[in-house]
């Protein structure tokens, strides 16, 4: 099972950016799937964006074209470019692995067993 440690949160103005990292340790990296997910306070966990292990790419539709995530297998990190940030992006970002290997599923949460504790992103309007 793979550790996660998110960094790179913070308080910017409407329209900026932000660049999340998430750096892995533990057995194995590249064959699994990472993620985003956030949760604003009072709201679900949501799923923002996904790279497979063939680095294939989704996203919310609420974060496309505005958000990019990447993954560097030897750093053993995963990014999150946010740019356009709006009030409503503001949460705690959460960066996930995947259960199993090579998965290719849906990007449910129930689907991830390894977590961060978690950064926090406050977008000022």
């Known amino acids: 099972q793979l550790q996660l440690v998110e960094s790179g949160g913070g308080l910017v103005q409407a329209g900026g950016s932000l660049r999340l990292s998430c750096a892995a340790s533990?057995?194995?990296?590249?064959?699994?799937?990472m993620a985003w997910f956030r949760q604003a306070p009072g709201k679900e966990r949501e799923f923002v964006a996904g790279?497979?292990?063939?680095?294939?790419?989704y996203y919310a539709d609420s974060v496309k074209g505005r958000f990019t995530i990447s993954r560097d297998n030897i750093k053993r990190t995963v990014y999150l470019q946010m740019n356009s940030l709006k009030p409503e992006d503001t949460a705690i970002y959460y960066c996930?692995?995947?259960?199993?290997?090579?998965?290719?599923?849906?990007?449910?949460?129930?689907?991830?067993?390894?977590w961060g504790p978690g950064t926090q992103v406050t977008i000022s309007s």
């Open positions: 996930a692995a995947s259960k199993s290997e090579y998965y290719s599923g849906g990007y449910n949460a129930a689907d991830f067993g390894s």
């Open positions: 533990g057995r194995g990296f590249s064959s699994w799937a």
């Open positions: 790279i497979l292990w063939n680095v294939n790419t």
